[in-house]
């Protein structure tokens, strides 16, 4: 079992930066891909970012692809994602999350660990 604990979020301005940081409970880090997911008020819960277990692979949605950087250190078991060039639309809770599959279906993932989230607000 994986217990996961987000931090880092905030009140940015627009074009600022934020990193996020997802600490991981438990000796099993390494065997489980990690994802960032978000979601804004109203919205679904959407993919962010993911990254495989031993952090050579990364996938990222669209949205923050060419600002978003996901990363990992299994020594630490934390996770983090740093988003640059912030939009308001960039605004939501977003949630870490553990997966026992690869990173490539993590995107999709509906089982799995899941943090409590942190609010990230980005001011225009």
């Known amino acids: 079992q994986v217990q996961l604990v987000e931090s880092g979020g905030g009140l940015v301005q627009a074009g600022g930066s934020l990193r996020l940081s997802c600490a991981a409970s438990?000796?099993?880090?390494?065997?489980?891909?990690m994802g960032w997911f978000r979601q804004a008020p109203g919205k679904e819960r959407e993919f962010v970012a993911a990254?495989?277990?031993?952090?050579?692979?990364?996938d990222y949605a669209d949205s923050v692809k060419g600002r978003g950087t996901i990363s990992r250190d299994n020594t630490k078991t934390t996770v983090y994602l740093q988003i640059n060039s912030l939009k308001p639309e960039d605004t939501a809770v977003y949630y870490c999350?553990?997966?026992?599959?690869?990173?490539?279906?993590?995107?999709?993932?509906?089982?799995?660990?899941w943090g409590q989230g942190t609010q990230v607000t980005v001011s225009s």
């Open positions: 999350a553990a997966s026992s599959s690869t990173v490539s279906s993590v995107r999709t993932m509906r089982e799995g660990y």
């Open positions: 438990g000796r099993t880090f390494s065997r489980y891909a």
């Open positions: 990254i495989s277990r031993s952090g050579g692979i990364t």
